[in-house]
Each structure stands twice: as C-alpha cells, then as structure tokens.
C-alpha cells in the first residue's frame, strides 16, 4: 500500500465540476483514481472527466429509476472491501440529484461514507449574488404543475433571506413568471451556464429577468431577494440592503 492507501470497504460522496473541468480538487482526482468502481448519474459526462484526467475506473450509472435495484450490488462490492466512488452528472451528489438511498444504505451497513467536498451551483451563484447569504432557503427544481409551484413559491414569500433554485430552459420563464405574481418585482440573480463557455450571471427585477430569457438557453440557477430586502430596496434604493 501506498501513502495514500484507502481504508476498505468506503463509499466516496465526491463533488464533481458542474461545468470547467479544471473545477476539480487534487483530493477528488486522487480518490476518483484509486476507488475500485465509480457509480455515476451519466457515465457519458463522467468519462468526459475521467479522461481529461487520464483516469480508467470502471463505472456503473445510478440514476433516480435504477438506484433500488443497484444497492444490493453496491453493498456487495463494499462487503468485499472495495471503495466505491458516488458521482452525480455534475456538482455535489445528492443536492438535487439521486444517490441518498445509497447513501442511507451504505451507512446503515456499517461502510463509511466519506464526503469530499467541492463544486455546487448553489454556494457559486451565492459567492457572486451580492445579497447577504448567512441564511437562506433551497428549493431545488420546483414542482412542474402550476398550482403545486404556486403553493411552493407562496410558503417562503415572507422569509427575510434569499431564496435559491434550479430551472432547466424549458421551465424557466414559467417559473419566473410564477415568482412574480406570488413575490412581487423582486431583485433576482440568475447564473446560466455557470462556469462554462457562455456564462451569464444576469442581475434585475424578476421582469427584467423574463423579458432578458426570451429565447433560453442552458442550465439556470436562481436566486430571489427575501422579503425584507424587497422592502428595504424599495425604500431606499437597490444599492442600500438597509441592514445596517
């Protein structure tokens, strides 16, 4: 064994980029390249990365219809005291994507479940949002039916601090509609494609937001001003959070 040696039997909750490759932590590489089996959400994108890297792993796909069938294998593999790497298709595994049931299965048997941490497009669009972020509320993809979404939408309409989500291209003037009418105008900050080719972190009102996306493209992370800030923005301008 080496210095670097893994202890047996380990599942690996690795964060992957969600977009730059070069997004990836020295430690990830190293534990992506010594594990026995990488199980990945799309082992297309995964092997994208492996191979930048030089990395040969074999992968098997967990995604939300097959990680029930999948667990019985997985804990098999670590039973016999491989190391098992989960990766989603892009960030950290189980913020909006599948692999807690293994996870919660993993653990229950007695394998360590170790996380190493990195990449989120929730803490990148944070860091560059500008609002105060020591609180705030994840909502993930909200529901496709519209009244469901309203329903969602109405419940953090009087929290004071920022709310976040994700929407796809296909969804997201929709959702921004749906923000406004149960929010009001608020200040939003839209990431698309964050950290790849054609970013755009976009700032406004939720109206100018729907008017700027009329012809969508990629993937969107959002974040909406809280209520207190919608209030304080009013009365004293955008610049000013009135917070202190």
Known sequence: MNEHSLPPGTLYVIA????????????????????????????????????????????????????????????????????????????????S????????????????????????????????????ADKFTFLGFLPRRAGQRRRMIEAISGQEWPTVLYESPHRIIATLEALRDVLGDREAIIGREMTKLHEEIFRGTLSEAIDHFQKPRGEFSVV?????????????????????
């Open 97 to 132: 994507d599948p692999g807690a049931l293994l996870v919660k299965a993993a653990a229950e048997a007695g394998h360590t479940v170790t996380p190493i941490p990195g990449p989120t497009a929730i803490a990148a669009l944070l860091s560059v949002a500008g609002l105060p």
């Open 224 to 244: 909406v001003a809280g209520a207190t800030l919608r209030k304080a923005q009013g009365e004293r301008g955008v610049g000013d959070t009135g917070l202190g």
């Open 16 to 95: 992957t980029p969600i977009g730059n490759l070069e997004d990836i932590s020295a430690r990830a590489l190293r534990v992506l390249g010594e594990v026995d089996l990488i199980a990945a959400e799309d082992t297309r994108t995964t092997r994208k990365l492996l191979t930048r890297y030089g990395l040969r792993v074999p992968m098997v796909s967990l995604f939300d219809a097959n990680v029930k069938r999948r667990i019985p294998q997985m804990l098999k593999e670590l039973d016999e005291g491989k190391d098992i790497a989960l990766v989603s298709e892009a960030g950290t595994p189980l913020i």
